[in-house]
């Protein structure tokens, strides 16, 4: 099992950046693919960034294309997403999570594909 702590949100203007950090327990980390989500109030929890467990597979909404990046470091147990050029839009709970993949270079996009979840870390964008 394997616990995940977002940090690294706040309230910012649109155009600048953040980077939100995701502290995983355990000494599993490099077995699980991670992702990031989010969810914006009245809406579905939507897919935001993805990682294989290698790190060398990553893929992204086309909404964050260009702008977001994530990545992982797997010495210190955790992942990371650098978001750039922040828009209001980009507003919502953000949520990272693990899923168990036997592939290191798979990702997964789908919130039902994966096995542990964060408690969310908030991202305030205002215009």
């Not at 616990?3 to 939100?20: D, F, K, M, T, W």
């Not at 990682?51 to 992204?60: A, H, L, N, P, W």
């Not at 750039?84 to 953000?94: G, M, Q």
């Not at 999570?97 to 997964?108: E, K």
């Amino acid at each position: 099992q394997v616990q995940l702590v977002e940090s690294g949100g706040g309230l910012v203007q649109a155009g600048e950046s953040l980077r939100l950090s995701c502290a995983a327990s355990g000494r599993t980390f490099s077995s699980y693919a991670m992702g990031w989500f989010r969810q914006a109030p009245g809406k579905e929890r939507e897919f935001v960034a993805a990682i294989s467990r290698s790190g060398g597979s990553t893929d992204y909404a086309d909404s964050v294309k260009g702008r977001f990046t994530i990545s992982r470091d797997n010495a210190k147990n955790t992942v990371y997403l650098q978001m750039n050029s922040l828009k209001p839009e980009d507003t919502a709970v953000y949520y990272c999570a693990a899923c168990t993949s036997l592939s290191t270079r798979t990702y997964y996009t789908r919130p039902g594909q994966y096995d542990y979840w964060g408690q969310g870390t908030q991202v305030t964008v205002s215009s």
